[in-house]
C-alpha cells in the first residue's frame, strides 16, 4: 500500500450490497506486512457453482496450479487470498504450502480440500509459510460476514494505492440478482511483481459450465485488454462465484449460457469486468494518465487488438504519454512493428477528436496546439484506422513514468 | 548529441584504415541541427557490390522503400545518409524527396539513380526539404576522402553519445582486406524515435548475392539480437558494400557465399557486426548498465531467441538491474510469459558465475550479497537454463533508467 494514492483513483468508492449466500472475513496472519489485514477468506453458505481464468504463463503459481487442478468440479465452499507473497517458483515447498491451506481452509469449513480455491500475491521465489494460516481460519470461519466487500478488497492488496470493488445488477426471468467484484493490480512500491487477482461473486442460480462460457467471454474485451507494462504476472487469476441465493425468489436455475434470460446479466457482468479492469489501469504503477487505445479498419478484430496491445505496450509511445507530447510518429512505428498488415499511406490517427495524420501524411489541418490540449488531460483517448477491413479493438493503457522507474528499481528487501 | 556521454562508452576509438575505393564527406546542411554535420555522402569509385537488410516495420521510410527498391541490381555508386529528419510517414512529399536527394547524388556522382542508395534519421512525419541536399552534394563529391570513417560517424548521430566504428581485417585466398563499418543507435535527447542506421564497407571482391548471403546471416546474432526498448524503428537500414579493390592485389572474386575462402572474412564480419551492435546497446537511451542475456536448454535456438528476448524486453526485469536488484522473480516471470515451452521445475538462473535459482526455487547455496555484488557491475551476464532442449542463444540488451523516460517524455519541440 503506498502513501501517495493515485491521482487517477475514483474519487468515491462505490456502496457494496450484500451478496446472499457468500461471508467473509480478513486477518492479519502477518505473511509479509505489519500491522494491515493480508488474508481473506471467502465462505459460501452452500456449494457454490465457480468460473476461472489463470495466467497464460508456462511458469505459474502454486494457487494457479491448485485452481486449475480443482476447477473440473465447478463448486467452491471456500477461498482463500493472501497478499504479501505470491507462492510462486516454489517447487516442492509451494504444493506442500497450497496443500496445507487448502485442509486448513476445508476443515474450518467443514467441506473438501478441492472445494476450497487459492490465490497470493507478492515476492516470487520465497516460501510461503502457511503455517500462519492454520492457526487463523477457524476463527476467520466463524466470524465472516456479508458486508465485507471493502475489507475484503483491502485485504489483498500489495502496493495498490486504492482498493477496487464494483457491483451490478440484472434481471434473470424477472428476478433481481446482484454481482459483486473486487479485484487488486499493481502498484508496487517494494515487492517483486505485478499479480492481478480478481474475485466476482453473484447470488444468481447458473451452472457452473454457463458460467465458465460468460467469464471467459466476458475477460477478453476487459481484463485481457488491458496492459501496464506488457508483463503477464505468474498469479493472474480471475474467479466468478454464483452462490444461487436468488433461488429463493423464484430464479429457476440457468444451465446453458446462451440461455436468452442471461441477456441481461452477461451485459452487467461485462460491465462489472470493465469497471474492474479499468480501476487497475488506473492504478498502474507511477500511472499518471489513463490511455484508451481504438483500432478500427483492421483485417480483423484480432489483428486490430493485436495493433492496439502494440501501441499499449510501446515504451515511446508511453512515455510521450508521460511528457503531454502528441507524439503521433511513435503510434505510426508502433502500428508498423505489431507485424499485422497495414498499409502506410492508409493510416489516419486522432487524439480526442483532432485528426492529427491521414493518407500516410501529418493531417493538412494538424494543429499543435489543439492536440496539446488534449495531451494535457488526464484521459487521452487515442483512435488510429487501419483502412484495410471492418477489424476493431480497444485497449486501455496508463502512461510510462519516471516512478514507475522509482518502484520497480528500488531494492526487493 | 547529448552533452552527457554514456558511462558505458568506448575509452578510445578504433583507428580506422582507409578502405581502398570508397570516399566520404560530410556537410552541415542544416536539416535539423545548427553547427554540426548532418549529411553523409560516401562516394565509391567504381561499382561496388551492395547487400543490405531493413526494418520489417510495416511502415517504413521513405528511404527505406528506395533502397529495397533498387537494391536488385546490386551495385552502388554513392550513398546519402541524413540525420535530424527520418523522412518516415512523410506521403507523397517523402518520396518526391528521395527522388530529388538520388537525382542530385546521381549528378554530383555522374550515375544513374538507381546506384544511389538513402537512408535517414530523425523526426517522423515531418516532410524532409531535399533541396538542402542539392546544394552541397557536388562539392562533397569534389571533396571526398578515403581517411573519414570517424567523422562520417558522427555525421549521421542524432543523440547519440558517442559515434560508433569499428574495423577488422581477413585474408581471401591470400589476399589481406578490410571491413569498415559505422552505426548509429539510440540515444535521443529531444528528437523522436531510435533509428539504428549502420554502413559497413570493405575493398574485398565479393559478387552482391554472396555479400547479401553474408550480411543476411551475420544480423542475426548481431543487430537481431540487441534491444533498448522493444520499439522498431521505421528506419533500420544495415547496408554491406564491397569495392572489390582487393582485386588490384590478385584477390579473385568470390561469387559464392559458401566459397571456403570466405570463412575467415565471414569470421572478422560477424565480429565486426557484433562490435558495432553492441556499442549501440551501450549507447541506449539512459543506460547505465549492459546486460547479456543467454538462454540454454530451450526447444531450439529459435525458442531460445524468443524467450531471452522476452527477458530483455521485460521492464521489470530491465528496472531491477537499474536498481541493481538480482530480482530472479523477475526472469521466471520473463520466461513464463514469452510463450515458449518451459517447466518451471527444471529452470536454473545464473547472475554471472552465482547460480540463483534451480529446480523450480531458489537456490538452496543462494548468497545475497554474492549476487548484488554482480549487480553492482556494468555489464551484467544472466543465463538461464531451460532443461528441455539444446536451444541456444545470446541476446544484449540494457537497463531501463528514469533517463530513458526523461528523454522520451521530454517535449518534441
Chains 1, 2 share one sequence.
Not at 502513501?3 to 480478513?26: C, Q
Amino acid at each position: 500500500m503506498s502513501a501517495t494514492v493515485s491521482p487517477l483513483a475514483p474519487t468515491s468508492y462505490a456502496d457494496m450490497p450484500s451478496i446472499r449466500g457468500v461471508r467473509m472475513a480478513t486477518a492479519a496472519a502477518g505473511i509479509k506486512y505489519k500491522n494491515r489485514t493480508d488474508v481473506l477468506l471467502m465462505a459460501f453458505d452452500r456449494p457454490a457453482a465457480v468460473a476461472g481464468v489463470f495466467t497464460k504463463s508456462k511458469c505459474p503459481s502454486a494457487p494457479v496450479d491448485h485452481c486449475r487442478a480443482n476447477l473440473g468440479h465447478g463448486l467452491a465452499l471456500g477461498v482463500v487470498v493472501n497478499s504479501g507473497n505470491a507462492n510462486a517458483f516454489t517447487g516442492v515447498k509451494g504444493k506442500a504450502a497450497t496443500q496445507l491451506t487448502a485442509r486448513s481452509a476445508a476443515e474450518a469449513l467443514g467441506c473438501g480440500e478441492n472445494e476450497i480455491y487459492l490465490a497470493s500475491t507478492g515476492v516470487i521465489g520465497e516460501p510461503l509459510d502457511a503455517t500462519k494460516f492454520a492457526g487463523v481460519l477457524g476463527d476467520m470461519a466463524k466470524g465472516a460476514t456479508g458486508d465485507f466487500w471493502l475489507e475484503a478488497a483491502k485485504a489483498i492488496m500489495t502496493t495498490d494505492t486504492y482498493p477496487k470493488v464494483a457491483t451490478r445488477s440484472a434481471e434473470i426471468g424477472g428476478v433481481t440478482v446482484t454481482i459483486n467484484g473486487i479485484a487488486k493490480g499493481a502498484g508496487m512500491i517494494a515487492p517483486d511483481m505485478a499479480t492481478m487477482l480478481s474475485f466476482v461473486v453473484t447470488d444468481a442460480d447458473i451452472a457452473a459450465p454457463a458460467l465458465q462460457a460468460l467469464l471467459s467471454a466476458g475477460v477478453e474485451p476487459s481484463f485481457n485488454s488491458i496492459t501496464v507494462d506488457s508483463d503477464t504476472s505468474t498469479s493472474d487469476t480471475l474467479m466468478l462465484f454464483a452462490t444461487g441465493a436468488a433461488a429463493a425468489d423464484g430464479q429457476t436455475k440457468v444451465e446453458d449460457a446462451n440461455d436468452p434470460r442471461l441477456a441481461g446479466f452477461r451485459a452487467a457482468l461485462d460491465d462489472l469486468l470493465k469497471d474492474l479492469a479499468l480501476q487497475v489501469v488506473r492504478d498502474g504503477e507511477g500511472a499518471r494518465k489513463m490511455v484508451e487505445i481504438t483500432v478500427t479498419g483492421a483485417e480483423s478484430d484480432l489483428a486490430a487488438k493485436k495493433i492496439a496491445m502494440s501501441i499499449a505496450n510501446s515504451p515511446l509511445v508511453k512515455t510521450a504519454v508521460a511528457g503531454e507530447d502528441a507524439n503521433w510518429g511513435r503510434i505510426v512505428m508502433a502500428v508498423g512493428k505489431s507485424g499485422e498488415m497495414a498499409d502506410r499511406d492508409r493510416l489516419a490517427i486522432w487524439f480526442g477528436d483532432i485528426r492529427v495524420a491521414v493518407d500516410g501524411e501529418r493531417d493538412p489541418a494538424y494543429s499543435e496546439a489543439a492536440t496539446t490540449a488534449v495531451m494535457q488531460g488526464q484521459d487521452i483517448p487515442v483512435r488510429v484506422d487501419i483502412g484495410l477491413g471492418a477489424g476493431k479493438a480497444t485497449v486501455w493503457t496508463c502512461d510510462l513514468t519516471k516512478e514507475y522507474v522509482a518502484i520497480n528499481g528500488d531494492y526487493r528487501s
